[in-house]
Protein backbone atom coordinates (compact mmCIF):
# COMPACT_ATOMS: atom_id res chain seq x y z
CA UNK A 1 0.00 0.00 0.00
CA UNK A 2 1.67 3.59 -0.93
CA UNK A 3 2.47 5.50 1.95
CA UNK A 4 0.89 8.58 0.65
CA UNK A 5 -2.71 6.94 0.31
CA UNK A 6 -2.39 5.43 4.11
CA UNK A 7 -3.29 6.86 7.66
CA UNK A 8 -1.68 5.04 10.55
CA UNK A 9 -4.08 5.76 13.10
CA UNK A 10 -4.50 5.13 16.88
CA UNK A 11 -7.79 5.41 19.23
CA UNK A 12 -7.48 6.13 22.38
CA UNK A 13 -10.47 6.42 25.03
CA UNK A 14 -10.33 6.77 28.80
CA UNK A 15 -6.21 6.67 28.57
CA UNK A 16 -6.18 3.43 27.08
CA UNK A 17 -5.33 2.27 23.72
CA UNK A 18 -7.57 0.92 21.06
CA UNK A 19 -5.42 -0.93 17.93
CA UNK A 20 -6.69 -0.39 14.46
CA UNK A 21 -6.33 -0.88 10.99
CA UNK A 22 -4.46 1.66 9.30
CA UNK A 23 -6.96 4.28 7.20
CA UNK A 24 -6.92 4.58 3.14
CA UNK A 25 -7.78 8.13 2.11
CA UNK A 26 -11.74 8.39 2.28
CA UNK A 27 -12.54 5.21 3.87
CA UNK A 28 -14.50 6.25 7.01
CA UNK A 29 -14.07 5.97 10.59
CA UNK A 30 -17.62 5.56 13.08
CA UNK A 31 -17.60 6.19 16.43
CA UNK A 32 -19.65 6.53 19.54
CA UNK A 33 -18.46 8.85 21.65
CA UNK A 34 -19.72 9.67 25.49
CA UNK A 35 -19.65 13.55 27.24
CA UNK A 36 -15.91 14.10 28.62
CA UNK A 37 -14.24 11.74 26.24
CA UNK A 38 -11.91 12.30 23.96
CA UNK A 39 -10.10 10.21 20.65
CA UNK A 40 -7.00 11.02 19.62
CA UNK A 41 -5.77 9.89 15.63
CA UNK A 42 -2.34 10.01 14.72
CA UNK A 43 -0.76 10.57 11.11
CA UNK A 44 2.76 10.46 10.16
CA UNK A 45 3.16 13.53 7.76
CA UNK A 46 6.31 15.22 6.08
CA UNK A 47 7.21 18.90 6.08
CA UNK A 48 4.19 20.98 3.62
CA UNK A 49 1.99 18.22 3.49
CA UNK A 50 -1.20 18.94 3.69
CA UNK A 51 -4.33 16.89 5.26
CA UNK A 52 -8.00 17.71 4.56
CA UNK A 53 -11.13 15.99 5.68
CA UNK A 54 -14.61 16.30 7.94
CA UNK A 55 -16.22 15.23 10.99
CA UNK A 56 -20.36 14.13 10.66
CA UNK A 57 -21.78 15.22 14.20
CA UNK A 58 -24.27 12.69 15.19
CA UNK A 59 -26.44 13.64 17.70
CA UNK A 60 -23.41 15.26 19.35
CA UNK A 61 -21.42 18.07 19.35
CA UNK A 62 -17.41 17.24 18.80
CA UNK A 63 -14.79 19.46 18.80
CA UNK A 64 -11.64 18.31 16.76
CA UNK A 65 -7.74 19.68 17.47
CA UNK A 66 -4.77 18.92 15.27
CA UNK A 67 -1.77 18.21 17.31
CA UNK A 68 2.46 19.01 16.28
CA UNK A 69 4.82 16.16 16.38
CA UNK A 70 6.19 17.83 19.83
CA UNK A 71 2.71 17.79 21.41
CA UNK A 72 2.22 21.08 21.15
CA UNK A 73 -1.00 22.72 19.68
CA UNK A 74 -1.36 23.40 15.75
CA UNK A 75 -5.20 24.76 15.19
CA UNK A 76 -8.61 23.94 16.09
CA UNK A 77 -11.30 23.67 13.61
CA UNK A 78 -15.16 25.59 14.24
CA UNK A 79 -18.32 25.31 12.41
CA UNK A 80 -21.32 23.91 12.99
CA UNK A 81 -22.53 22.34 16.21
CA UNK A 82 -24.37 19.61 14.32
CA UNK A 83 -23.89 17.94 11.03
CA UNK A 84 -21.04 17.87 9.04
CA UNK A 85 -17.82 20.20 9.81
CA UNK A 86 -14.70 20.52 7.23
CA UNK A 87 -11.23 20.65 8.25
CA UNK A 88 -7.71 21.17 7.09
CA UNK A 89 -4.31 22.01 8.21
CA UNK A 90 -0.51 22.33 7.01
CA UNK A 91 2.09 19.86 8.29
CA UNK A 92 5.07 22.41 9.68
CA UNK A 93 7.40 20.25 9.88
CA UNK A 94 8.04 16.09 9.68
CA UNK A 95 6.63 13.64 12.39
CA UNK A 96 3.78 12.13 13.71
CA UNK A 97 0.74 14.17 14.02
CA UNK A 98 -2.01 14.06 16.66
CA UNK A 99 -5.98 15.12 15.74
CA UNK A 100 -8.49 14.82 18.89
CA UNK A 101 -11.71 14.28 18.65
CA UNK A 102 -13.52 15.24 21.59
CA UNK A 103 -16.50 16.21 23.48
CA UNK A 104 -16.98 19.87 25.00
CA UNK A 105 -16.41 20.47 28.58
CA UNK A 106 -18.98 21.41 30.58
CA UNK A 107 -17.88 24.97 30.86
CA UNK A 108 -17.91 24.97 27.30
CA UNK A 109 -21.27 23.53 26.87
CA UNK A 110 -22.82 26.34 29.17
CA UNK A 111 -20.86 29.15 27.12
CA UNK A 112 -22.60 27.93 24.62
CA UNK A 113 -26.02 27.15 25.83
CA UNK A 114 -25.84 23.43 24.70
CA UNK A 115 -27.09 20.66 26.96
CA UNK A 116 -25.00 17.21 26.84
CA UNK A 117 -26.42 14.80 25.31
CA UNK A 118 -25.93 11.29 27.05
CA UNK A 119 -23.91 10.10 24.14
CA UNK A 120 -23.76 10.11 20.65
CA UNK A 121 -21.77 9.47 17.27
CA UNK A 122 -19.54 10.65 14.97
CA UNK A 123 -18.00 10.28 11.51
CA UNK A 124 -14.38 10.33 10.42
CA UNK A 125 -12.96 11.10 7.05
CA UNK A 126 -9.54 12.06 5.79
CA UNK A 127 -10.29 13.28 2.01
CA UNK A 128 -7.20 14.56 0.77
CA UNK A 129 -3.41 14.13 1.42
CA UNK A 130 -1.28 15.79 -0.58
CA UNK A 131 2.44 16.71 -0.61
CA UNK A 132 3.66 20.37 -1.33
CA UNK A 133 4.77 19.60 -4.61
CA UNK A 134 1.42 17.58 -5.58
CA UNK A 135 -0.33 21.09 -4.28
CA UNK A 136 1.46 23.13 -6.42
CA UNK A 137 1.30 21.98 -9.06
CA UNK A 138 0.03 23.89 -12.08
CA UNK A 139 -3.58 23.00 -12.64
CA UNK A 140 -4.48 22.36 -16.54
CA UNK A 141 -5.96 25.39 -18.24
CA UNK A 142 -10.14 25.31 -17.21
CA UNK A 143 -12.29 27.45 -19.43
CA UNK A 144 -15.08 29.22 -16.49
CA UNK A 145 -17.33 29.96 -19.45
CA UNK A 146 -17.55 27.53 -22.83
CA UNK A 147 -17.65 28.48 -26.22
CA UNK A 148 -19.57 26.23 -27.98
CA UNK A 149 -17.32 27.63 -31.32
CA UNK A 150 -14.22 26.47 -29.29
CA UNK A 151 -15.38 23.81 -27.54
CA UNK A 152 -16.02 22.06 -31.63
CA UNK A 153 -12.55 23.24 -32.79
CA UNK A 154 -11.21 21.43 -29.64
CA UNK A 155 -12.57 18.05 -30.20
CA UNK A 156 -11.64 18.58 -33.82
CA UNK A 157 -7.88 18.70 -32.22
CA UNK A 158 -8.44 15.49 -30.48
CA UNK A 159 -10.06 13.89 -33.70
CA UNK A 160 -6.78 14.85 -35.04
CA UNK A 161 -7.68 17.34 -37.40
CA UNK A 162 -5.48 20.20 -36.34
CA UNK A 163 -6.20 22.63 -39.13
CA UNK A 164 -8.06 25.65 -38.05
CA UNK A 165 -8.31 27.25 -41.76
CA UNK A 166 -12.12 26.70 -41.77
CA UNK A 167 -12.78 27.67 -38.36
CA UNK A 168 -11.05 31.70 -39.34
CA UNK A 169 -13.35 31.95 -42.82
CA UNK A 170 -16.13 31.46 -40.31
CA UNK A 171 -15.36 34.28 -38.04
CA UNK A 172 -13.94 36.72 -40.30
CA UNK A 173 -17.67 36.00 -42.32
CA UNK A 174 -19.79 36.15 -38.32
CA UNK A 175 -16.85 39.27 -37.10
CA UNK A 176 -16.42 39.37 -34.12
CA UNK A 177 -16.93 38.70 -30.88
CA UNK A 178 -18.79 35.80 -31.38
CA UNK A 179 -21.54 36.15 -29.70
CA UNK A 180 -23.72 32.56 -28.64
CA UNK A 181 -26.42 31.84 -26.64
CA UNK A 182 -26.59 30.10 -23.72
CA UNK A 183 -29.29 27.67 -22.62
CA UNK A 184 -32.33 28.43 -20.94
CA UNK A 185 -30.47 31.55 -20.32
CA UNK A 186 -32.59 34.45 -21.70
CA UNK A 187 -31.12 37.36 -19.90
CA UNK A 188 -26.87 36.22 -21.00
CA UNK A 189 -24.93 35.55 -23.45
CA UNK A 190 -21.34 34.38 -24.51
CA UNK A 191 -19.08 36.63 -25.54
CA UNK A 192 -15.82 35.31 -27.43
CA UNK A 193 -12.99 37.38 -28.33
CA UNK A 194 -10.80 36.06 -30.89
CA UNK A 195 -7.04 36.36 -31.82
CA UNK A 196 -5.16 34.77 -34.93
CA UNK A 197 -1.44 34.52 -33.43
CA UNK A 198 1.94 33.36 -34.60
CA UNK A 199 5.16 32.37 -33.18
CA UNK A 200 5.89 36.14 -31.88
CA UNK A 201 2.61 35.76 -29.70
CA UNK A 202 2.93 36.08 -25.84
CA UNK A 203 -0.16 37.21 -24.73
CA UNK A 204 -3.17 38.98 -26.09
CA UNK A 205 -5.52 41.09 -23.37
CA UNK A 206 -8.92 42.20 -24.59
CA UNK A 207 -8.75 46.21 -23.06
CA UNK A 208 -12.58 47.28 -22.84
CA UNK A 209 -15.17 49.31 -21.15
CA UNK A 210 -17.16 46.34 -20.04
CA UNK A 211 -14.56 45.16 -17.65
CA UNK A 212 -15.31 44.50 -14.08
CA UNK A 213 -12.81 42.61 -12.91
CA UNK A 214 -8.49 42.20 -12.78
CA UNK A 215 -6.93 42.58 -15.73
CA UNK A 216 -5.31 39.42 -15.40
CA UNK A 217 -9.39 38.15 -15.82
CA UNK A 218 -9.07 39.14 -19.51
CA UNK A 219 -6.22 37.61 -21.28
CA UNK A 220 -6.77 35.52 -23.75
CA UNK A 221 -6.03 31.83 -23.62
CA UNK A 222 -3.87 29.94 -26.46
CA UNK A 223 -6.02 26.27 -27.88
CA UNK A 224 -3.33 23.93 -27.91
CA UNK A 225 -0.36 25.00 -29.82
CA UNK A 226 -2.63 26.67 -32.61
CA UNK A 227 -2.63 29.61 -33.90
CA UNK A 228 -6.39 30.03 -31.99
CA UNK A 229 -6.08 32.39 -29.22
CA UNK A 230 -9.53 33.23 -27.09
CA UNK A 231 -11.57 34.62 -24.30
CA UNK A 232 -15.17 34.04 -23.33
CA UNK A 233 -16.72 36.09 -20.87
CA UNK A 234 -20.91 36.25 -20.02
CA UNK A 235 -22.43 39.33 -20.60
CA UNK A 236 -26.20 40.29 -20.82
CA UNK A 237 -27.25 40.51 -24.20
CA UNK A 238 -27.90 44.50 -23.78
CA UNK A 239 -24.61 45.62 -23.25
CA UNK A 240 -22.97 47.96 -25.81
CA UNK A 241 -19.34 48.84 -25.47
CA UNK A 242 -16.10 49.91 -26.74
CA UNK A 243 -12.94 47.61 -26.43
CA UNK A 244 -9.57 46.56 -28.26
CA UNK A 245 -6.83 44.31 -28.26
CA UNK A 246 -3.44 44.57 -26.55
CA UNK A 247 -1.12 42.42 -28.08
CA UNK A 248 2.06 41.05 -25.86
CA UNK A 249 0.73 43.33 -23.26
CA UNK A 250 3.37 44.68 -20.25
CA UNK A 251 0.55 42.63 -17.99
CA UNK A 252 0.87 45.12 -15.17
CA UNK A 253 -1.44 47.81 -14.06
CA UNK A 254 0.07 51.44 -11.94
CA UNK A 255 3.78 50.31 -13.23
CA UNK A 256 5.99 52.21 -15.61
CA UNK A 257 5.61 49.45 -17.99
CA UNK A 258 1.94 50.58 -18.38
CA UNK A 259 2.90 53.19 -20.62
CA UNK A 260 3.91 50.48 -23.83
CA UNK A 261 0.33 49.34 -23.64
CA UNK A 262 -0.14 52.50 -25.55
CA UNK A 263 1.80 51.12 -28.16
CA UNK A 264 0.20 47.53 -28.24
CA UNK A 265 -3.46 48.03 -27.84
CA UNK A 266 -5.15 47.99 -31.61
CA UNK A 267 -8.74 47.61 -32.77
CA UNK A 268 -10.05 44.28 -33.44
CA UNK A 269 -9.08 42.70 -36.85
CA UNK A 270 -12.13 40.57 -37.37
CA UNK A 271 -14.34 43.18 -36.15
CA UNK A 272 -15.48 45.77 -39.22
CA UNK A 273 -17.43 48.36 -36.29
CA UNK A 274 -14.66 50.96 -35.23
CA UNK A 275 -15.43 53.25 -33.19
CA UNK A 276 -13.15 56.51 -32.05
CA UNK A 277 -11.20 57.15 -35.06
CA UNK A 278 -11.35 58.62 -38.81
CA UNK A 279 -12.03 57.09 -42.00
CA UNK A 280 -7.63 57.45 -42.76
CA UNK A 281 -7.19 56.39 -39.14
CA UNK A 282 -4.58 53.18 -38.69
CA UNK A 283 -6.12 49.49 -36.66
CA UNK A 284 -3.48 51.75 -33.78
CA UNK A 285 -5.72 54.80 -33.57
CA UNK A 286 -9.27 52.78 -33.08
CA UNK A 287 -11.13 50.95 -30.87
CA UNK A 288 -13.84 48.64 -31.49
CA UNK A 289 -17.33 48.55 -31.06
CA UNK A 290 -19.59 45.70 -29.98
CA UNK A 291 -22.99 45.99 -29.71
CA UNK A 292 -24.55 42.59 -28.78
CA UNK A 293 -28.65 41.82 -29.80
CA UNK A 294 -30.27 43.28 -27.24
CA UNK A 295 -28.70 46.70 -26.74
CA UNK A 296 -30.78 49.64 -26.93
CA UNK A 297 -31.08 51.29 -29.64
CA UNK A 298 -29.54 54.85 -30.77
CA UNK A 299 -31.65 56.38 -33.31
CA UNK A 300 -30.95 60.05 -32.88
CA UNK A 301 -27.57 59.72 -33.95
CA UNK A 302 -27.45 59.53 -37.12
CA UNK A 303 -28.27 62.38 -39.44
CA UNK A 304 -31.67 61.61 -40.92
CA UNK A 305 -33.06 63.31 -44.18
CA UNK A 306 -35.96 65.25 -43.27
CA UNK A 307 -33.60 66.91 -40.32
CA UNK A 308 -33.01 70.33 -41.22
CA UNK A 309 -29.23 71.02 -40.19
CA UNK A 310 -28.69 74.04 -37.65
CA UNK A 311 -24.93 75.95 -37.43
CA UNK A 312 -21.96 75.69 -35.29
CA UNK A 313 -20.50 79.15 -34.40
CA UNK A 314 -17.06 79.18 -33.20
CA UNK A 315 -15.78 81.74 -30.48
CA UNK A 316 -13.14 82.42 -27.90
CA UNK A 317 -13.97 83.74 -24.01
CA UNK A 318 -11.89 84.92 -21.88
CA UNK A 319 -11.95 84.57 -17.78
CA UNK A 320 -11.20 87.11 -15.52
CA UNK A 321 -12.45 84.28 -12.67
CA UNK A 322 -10.17 81.58 -14.26
CA UNK A 323 -7.31 83.78 -15.73
CA UNK A 324 -7.39 81.69 -19.14
CA UNK A 325 -9.12 81.35 -22.23
CA UNK A 326 -10.41 79.20 -24.31
CA UNK A 327 -12.83 77.74 -27.05
CA UNK A 328 -16.56 77.34 -27.27
CA UNK A 329 -18.68 76.38 -30.20
CA UNK A 330 -22.19 77.48 -29.91
CA UNK A 331 -25.01 75.32 -31.94
CA UNK A 332 -27.84 77.81 -33.11
CA UNK A 333 -30.85 75.29 -34.05
CA UNK A 334 -32.16 75.26 -38.15
CA UNK A 335 -34.64 78.67 -38.20
CA UNK A 336 -32.87 80.38 -35.48
CA UNK A 337 -33.43 84.39 -35.51
CA UNK A 338 -32.09 86.76 -33.39
CA UNK A 339 -35.54 88.18 -33.25
CA UNK A 340 -36.64 84.91 -32.45
CA UNK A 341 -36.78 83.04 -29.14
CA UNK A 342 -35.88 83.26 -26.88
CA UNK A 343 -34.86 79.53 -27.04
CA UNK A 344 -34.02 76.80 -25.04
CA UNK A 345 -30.10 76.31 -24.05
CA UNK A 346 -28.14 73.62 -23.27
CA UNK A 347 -24.53 73.87 -21.86
CA UNK A 348 -22.24 70.79 -22.30
CA UNK A 349 -18.49 70.44 -21.29
CA UNK A 350 -15.56 68.41 -23.07
CA UNK A 351 -16.77 70.45 -26.41
CA UNK A 352 -14.40 68.06 -28.73
CA UNK A 353 -15.93 65.03 -27.42
CA UNK A 354 -19.02 66.14 -28.03
CA UNK A 355 -18.36 67.40 -31.32
CA UNK A 356 -16.69 63.99 -32.31
CA UNK A 357 -17.57 60.90 -30.08
CA UNK A 358 -21.05 62.32 -29.50
CA UNK A 359 -22.10 64.13 -32.44
CA UNK A 360 -24.84 66.22 -30.53
CA UNK A 361 -25.11 69.00 -33.53
CA UNK A 362 -26.80 65.77 -35.19
CA UNK A 363 -28.67 64.75 -32.42
CA UNK A 364 -30.13 68.49 -31.92
CA UNK A 365 -31.44 68.15 -35.33
CA UNK A 366 -33.00 64.89 -35.24
CA UNK A 367 -34.65 65.94 -31.88
CA UNK A 368 -35.89 69.36 -32.93
CA UNK A 369 -37.17 68.30 -36.58
CA UNK A 370 -38.83 65.37 -34.14
CA UNK A 371 -40.29 68.22 -31.86
CA UNK A 372 -38.72 66.30 -29.40
CA UNK A 373 -37.41 68.79 -27.79
CA UNK A 374 -38.50 72.69 -28.46
CA UNK A 375 -34.87 74.90 -30.57
CA UNK A 376 -32.34 74.83 -28.21
CA UNK A 377 -28.96 76.77 -28.61
CA UNK A 378 -26.31 74.58 -27.38
CA UNK A 379 -23.00 76.42 -25.78
CA UNK A 380 -20.01 73.51 -25.94
CA UNK A 381 -16.63 74.75 -23.85
CA UNK A 382 -13.68 73.17 -24.46
CA UNK A 383 -11.02 72.64 -21.56
CA UNK A 384 -7.71 74.98 -22.11
CA UNK A 385 -5.61 72.07 -21.03
CA UNK A 386 -6.41 68.97 -19.62
CA UNK A 387 -4.50 69.87 -16.19
CA UNK A 388 -7.12 72.47 -16.18
CA UNK A 389 -10.39 70.10 -17.05
CA UNK A 390 -8.76 68.19 -13.35
CA UNK A 391 -9.10 71.47 -11.62
CA UNK A 392 -12.09 73.01 -12.74
CA UNK A 393 -14.51 70.24 -13.49
CA UNK A 394 -14.52 68.93 -9.99
CA UNK A 395 -16.68 71.08 -7.80
CA UNK A 396 -14.72 74.10 -8.52
CA UNK A 397 -16.73 77.28 -7.06
CA UNK A 398 -15.05 79.64 -9.30
CA UNK A 399 -15.27 77.46 -12.49
CA UNK A 400 -19.26 77.67 -11.88
CA UNK A 401 -19.06 80.92 -10.84
CA UNK A 402 -17.38 81.56 -14.32
CA UNK A 403 -20.25 79.83 -16.10
CA UNK A 404 -23.39 81.98 -14.79
CA UNK A 405 -21.18 85.29 -13.99
CA UNK A 406 -19.14 85.35 -17.32
CA UNK A 407 -20.17 82.47 -19.83
CA UNK A 408 -23.74 82.53 -19.57
CA UNK A 409 -24.14 86.62 -19.92
CA UNK A 410 -21.88 86.18 -22.59
CA UNK A 411 -24.21 83.83 -24.36
CA UNK A 412 -27.40 86.28 -23.74
CA UNK A 413 -25.16 88.83 -25.23
CA UNK A 414 -24.78 87.42 -28.53
CA UNK A 415 -27.49 84.98 -28.50
CA UNK A 416 -31.31 85.53 -27.94
CA UNK A 417 -31.25 82.50 -25.58
CA UNK A 418 -33.83 82.06 -22.29
CA UNK A 419 -33.47 83.39 -18.65
CA UNK A 420 -36.11 80.82 -17.50
CA UNK A 421 -33.71 78.19 -15.70
CA UNK A 422 -36.53 75.82 -15.89
CA UNK A 423 -35.65 75.55 -19.99
CA UNK A 424 -31.80 75.49 -19.22
CA UNK A 425 -29.86 72.56 -18.74
CA UNK A 426 -26.17 72.09 -17.94
CA UNK A 427 -24.78 68.23 -18.92
CA UNK A 428 -21.38 66.27 -18.94
CA UNK A 429 -20.22 62.96 -18.34
CA UNK A 430 -18.07 62.04 -16.54
CA UNK A 431 -16.20 65.04 -14.46
CA UNK A 432 -18.36 66.90 -16.56
CA UNK A 433 -21.57 64.75 -15.25
CA UNK A 434 -20.01 66.29 -11.56
CA UNK A 435 -19.44 69.96 -12.78
CA UNK A 436 -22.85 70.11 -14.48
CA UNK A 437 -23.86 69.07 -10.60
CA UNK A 438 -22.12 71.17 -8.70
CA UNK A 439 -23.29 73.63 -11.09
CA UNK A 440 -26.80 73.60 -10.47
CA UNK A 441 -26.48 73.64 -6.98
CA UNK A 442 -24.51 76.45 -6.60
CA UNK A 443 -26.13 78.47 -9.31
CA UNK A 444 -29.86 77.19 -9.30
CA UNK A 445 -31.04 80.40 -10.77
CA UNK A 446 -29.26 79.77 -13.89
CA UNK A 447 -29.66 76.32 -14.17
CA UNK A 448 -32.74 74.17 -13.59
CA UNK A 449 -31.76 71.00 -15.28
CA UNK A 450 -29.23 69.15 -15.10
CA UNK A 451 -28.26 66.40 -17.29
CA UNK A 452 -25.32 63.96 -15.85
CA UNK A 453 -23.91 61.29 -17.24
CA UNK A 454 -21.35 58.82 -15.52
CA UNK A 455 -21.04 61.41 -12.95
CA UNK A 456 -17.55 61.16 -11.08
CA UNK A 457 -19.51 61.25 -7.75
CA UNK A 458 -16.88 59.58 -5.96
CA UNK A 459 -14.80 62.87 -5.48
CA UNK A 460 -13.84 64.57 -2.99
CA UNK A 461 -11.03 67.24 -2.40
CA UNK A 462 -8.72 65.10 -0.36
CA UNK A 463 -8.94 62.06 -2.29
CA UNK A 464 -7.33 60.78 -5.38
CA UNK A 465 -8.82 58.20 -7.38
CA UNK A 466 -5.21 55.94 -8.35
CA UNK A 467 -2.86 52.83 -6.51
CA UNK A 468 -1.52 55.47 -4.26
CA UNK A 469 -5.07 55.21 -2.50
CA UNK A 470 -5.75 51.30 -2.56
CA UNK A 471 -6.01 50.92 1.16
CA UNK A 472 -6.53 54.36 2.39
CA UNK A 473 -9.51 54.48 4.23
CA UNK A 474 -8.65 57.95 6.20
CA UNK A 475 -10.26 59.88 3.05
CA UNK A 476 -13.89 59.85 2.28
CA UNK A 477 -15.80 59.68 -1.17
CA UNK A 478 -18.79 61.40 -2.73
CA UNK A 479 -18.37 65.03 -1.55
CA UNK A 480 -20.71 66.44 -3.33
CA UNK A 481 -23.97 64.26 -1.58
CA UNK A 482 -23.22 65.13 1.46
CA UNK A 483 -23.12 69.51 -0.02
CA UNK A 484 -26.73 68.41 -1.28
CA UNK A 485 -27.52 66.68 2.36
CA UNK A 486 -26.46 70.19 3.76
CA UNK A 487 -28.52 72.23 1.10
CA UNK A 488 -31.95 73.23 1.38
CA UNK A 489 -34.11 71.73 -1.50
CA UNK A 490 -33.33 73.85 -4.45
CA UNK A 491 -35.49 74.14 -8.05
CA UNK A 492 -33.73 72.16 -9.52
CA UNK A 493 -34.17 68.70 -12.02
CA UNK A 494 -32.08 65.58 -12.52
CA UNK A 495 -31.06 63.10 -15.26
CA UNK A 496 -28.36 60.72 -14.19
CA UNK A 497 -27.70 57.86 -15.74
CA UNK A 498 -24.55 55.03 -14.79
CA UNK A 499 -23.09 51.87 -16.82
CA UNK A 500 -23.40 48.53 -14.82
CA UNK A 501 -19.97 47.93 -15.32
CA UNK A 502 -18.31 51.19 -13.90
CA UNK A 503 -17.03 49.63 -10.61
CA UNK A 504 -13.84 50.07 -9.19
CA UNK A 505 -12.20 46.47 -9.21
CA UNK A 506 -8.68 48.56 -7.56
CA UNK A 507 -11.02 48.85 -4.81
CA UNK A 508 -9.66 53.12 -4.27
CA UNK A 509 -12.72 54.43 -4.24
CA UNK A 510 -13.83 55.50 -7.70
CA UNK A 511 -16.78 53.74 -8.48
CA UNK A 512 -19.46 55.59 -10.58
CA UNK A 513 -22.04 53.02 -10.16
CA UNK A 514 -22.13 53.17 -6.74
CA UNK A 515 -21.27 56.94 -5.87
CA UNK A 516 -24.32 57.55 -8.73
CA UNK A 517 -26.44 55.23 -7.06
CA UNK A 518 -25.86 56.74 -3.66
CA UNK A 519 -26.34 60.88 -5.41
CA UNK A 520 -29.46 59.31 -6.45
CA UNK A 521 -30.89 58.25 -3.47
CA UNK A 522 -29.84 61.58 -1.39
CA UNK A 523 -31.36 63.42 -4.13
CA UNK A 524 -34.66 61.41 -3.81
CA UNK A 525 -34.27 61.77 0.01
CA UNK A 526 -34.51 65.44 -0.61
CA UNK A 527 -37.21 65.60 -3.00
CA UNK A 528 -35.98 66.18 -6.16
CA UNK A 529 -37.44 65.03 -9.15
CA UNK A 530 -34.85 62.52 -10.43
CA UNK A 531 -34.51 60.59 -13.91
CA UNK A 532 -32.22 57.89 -13.08
CA UNK A 533 -31.23 55.05 -15.85
CA UNK A 534 -28.78 52.36 -16.29
CA UNK A 535 -27.05 51.45 -19.31
CA UNK A 536 -25.04 47.67 -19.76
CA UNK A 537 -21.73 49.07 -20.48
CA UNK A 538 -18.75 51.26 -18.80
CA UNK A 539 -17.45 54.68 -19.02
CA UNK A 540 -17.51 55.57 -22.63
CA UNK A 541 -19.41 57.88 -25.04
CA UNK A 542 -20.30 54.92 -27.05
CA UNK A 543 -23.22 54.78 -24.82
CA UNK A 544 -23.35 58.20 -23.84
CA UNK A 545 -24.22 59.29 -27.64
CA UNK A 546 -27.73 57.63 -26.76
CA UNK A 547 -28.18 58.75 -23.50
CA UNK A 548 -28.12 62.69 -24.20
CA UNK A 549 -30.71 62.50 -26.34
CA UNK A 550 -33.27 60.57 -22.99
CA UNK A 551 -31.98 62.82 -21.05
CA UNK A 552 -32.93 66.16 -23.22
CA UNK A 553 -36.17 64.17 -23.96
CA UNK A 554 -36.91 64.73 -20.36
CA UNK A 555 -35.88 67.57 -19.03
CA UNK A 556 -37.46 70.02 -21.69
CA UNK A 557 -38.62 67.47 -23.91
CA UNK A 558 -42.14 68.57 -25.60
CA UNK A 559 -45.41 66.28 -24.74
CA UNK A 560 -46.89 64.86 -27.37
CA UNK A 561 -44.26 65.10 -29.59
CA UNK A 562 -44.00 62.88 -32.91
CA UNK A 563 -42.58 59.16 -32.33
CA UNK A 564 -39.18 58.07 -33.32
Known amino acids: MKRAAVIALGLFCGGIAIAQDSLTINQSIEREIEPGTAHSYTIQLNSGDYVAGWIDQQGITVLAVAFLPDGSRLRAFGGPREGKRQFAFIADGAGIYRLEVRTPTSAESAQDGVELPARGKYELRITEKLSLDERLKPLPHQDKYSSPAIDALRKQFAAGDKSTASFWRQAAQSGTPLVEPIDKDEKYVLVTFLWRGNRDTRNVVVVGSFETKPMTDYVMTQLADSDVWYLTVKLPNSARFAYGLSLNDPLTLYSPRDVQRRATIQSDPLNPRRWFCGAAASKYECQSMAELPNAPPQPWIVKKDD ?103 WVRAHYNITTDPVQTVVGGSSFGGIAATYAGLRHPEVFGNVLCQSGSFWWAPDHTFGPDTYTDATTETGWLAKEFIKSPKLPLRFWMDAGVFEVDPTASGGSILESSRHMRDVLLAKGYEVHYQQFISGHDYVNWRGTLADGLIVLIGRKGASKQ
Open 307 to 409: SPAGKIDKHKIKSDLLKNERNISVYTPPGYRSDGGPYALLVLFDEGAYLRNVPTPIILDNLIAASKIPSTVAVLIANPTQESRDKELPPNPDFADFLAKELIP
